[in-house]
């Protein structure tokens, strides 16, 4: 009765209690010894000793033990329990996502990943001098709101316009503010080789790092797979900045081609193995370094063997393509069966995409099997869709659930 009673004020289905002795060797009750189930694990601070407590519901058993004194199990309803633990089902927040113009094809595939993403437009214009001419539609409506805008800094011309309005939105009274900008640009440009040198990879993440702090505190900055780690801390304190990366949508890919067991990576650089070797640790690896011998640079094999393995060279971006080219003869030269590749950000300026041709099985020499991009770079992506070997992996997914953090 007084067990009950203290299972109903917490809302919770009245359970009976499992000793270990009634546990199978998995830890989970014996299918002889039912129990009912809730989504809630909650413990209490009045006193069992060496037992387990069962909530769960749809079959779903979750398995809490602690160790306490003797006190006999009736103490459940006793007085002294003043607060329960409990771990609800997090719901998932409305976001309202609004997006550049040329991310337009990106943004809509992430409002088809969830329900809970709502497209908001733009009207992008401009006065007779040229500049940009800004209105966002229904501001009032969006008070309140979780807002987020999808970001595409592809050159110095657009980036003015775009930073006006993810200055603005977090002015508008809502609740939270995320920026999703899956290519950051000038990741590159982080070195000083020589005093006079500009690290243009700081100097944007200063601009970044003023966004104005909205309602619900510092806004956050979405970016997928940074050039150089270290970058993280180039931001300030004003702007949550959250590095995701592409390579799980990589693995997943590889894992339904034919020859998923025959798979090698290949890091053109010591840089790129640092990146991401951990993230595909269960391949086999295999390292390139570049030689400099007088004014040329070579690639040359460092350690592995690409013999007669289907090999898959990784790295973050890619623009006229020529390390990851020469990255090819060598593991072609060294017996590779099937050479293929996968860069995050496929910029290739002025067509630079042309030079890699697509291998029909003649020989990995001359062509490859697959060039993976995602879709981070949308002017890459609609010049090369549907032409061999070149297939976009979207981020759509990762950032449907980047903006659920």
Not at 8 to 37: D, K, M, Y
Request: proline fraction near 6%.
């Amino acid at each position: 009765m007084a067990a009950a009673s203290f299972c109903r004020s917490v809302n919770l289905i009245p359970t009976r209690v499992v000793s270990r002795g009634e546990l199978n060797q998995h830890g989970s009750p014996n299918a002889a010894r039912p129990l009912l189930f809730s989504r809630r694990n909650t413990l209490n601070q009045a006193g069992f000793r060496d037992l387990d407590l069962y909530y769960g519901r749809n079959n779903e058993a979750i398995h809490a033990s602690r160790s306490y004194s003797s006190s006999p199990p009736v103490m459940m309803a006793s007085p002294a329990v003043t607060s329960l633990a409990l771990s609800p089902k997090r719901s998932k927040k409305n976001v309202c996502l609004f997006f550049c113009e040329e991310m337009r094809n990106l943004a809509e595939l992430i409002a088809m990943e969830s329900d809970a993403i709502e497209l908001r437009s733009i009207d992008w214009r401009n006065f007779e001098d040229g500049f940009p001419n800004l209105f966002i539609s229904n501001a009032h409506g969006i008070r309140g709101q979780h807002v987020s805008f999808l970001a595409s800094f592809s050159s110095p011309g657009v980036i003015f316009e775009q930073l006006s309005i993810i200055y603005a939105l977090p002015r508008l009274f809502v609740s939270s503010f995320t920026v999703v900008l899956p290519f950051f640009p000038t990741g590159s440009y982080e070195r000083m080789e020589e005093e006079g040198d500009v690290a243009t990879a700081f100097t944007l993440a200063r601009i970044l790092s003023n966004i104005p702090i909205s309602r619900g505190g510092p806004s956050c900055l979405v970016i997928f797979d940074i050039h150089a780690l270290q970058e993280r801390f180039y931001f300030g304190d004003n702007v949550l900045p959250c590095f995701e990366s592409g390579m799980p949508l990589l693995k997943n890919r590889l894992q339904q081609l034919p020859d998923s067991d025959n798979i090698s990576i290949a890091f053109p650089d010591d840089g790129s193995w640092k990146r991401f070797h951990k993230q595909l640790q269960h391949f086999p690896v295999i390292v390139c370094t570049k030689v400099r011998e007088g004014d040329h640079r070579f690639v040359r094999l460092k350690e592995g063997d690409p013999k007669g393995r289907h090999v898959v060279i990784v790295d973050d971006f890619v623009q006229s393509g020529g390390t990851l080219i020469e990255c090819q003869k060598v593991l072609a030269a060294h017996g590779a069966a099937k050479i293929s590749a996968y860069v995050t950000h496929g910029i290739f300026p002025n067509k630079t995409w042309q030079r890699f041709k697509y291998d029909d099985g003649v020989s990995p020499d001359k062509g490859m099997r697959y060039f993976w991009i995602t879709d981070s770079c949308p002017h890459t992506v609609n010049e090369v869709k549907g032409i061999p070997p070149f297939e976009v992996l979207s981020l759509a997914g990762s950032i449907a659930d980047a903006l659920q953090i």
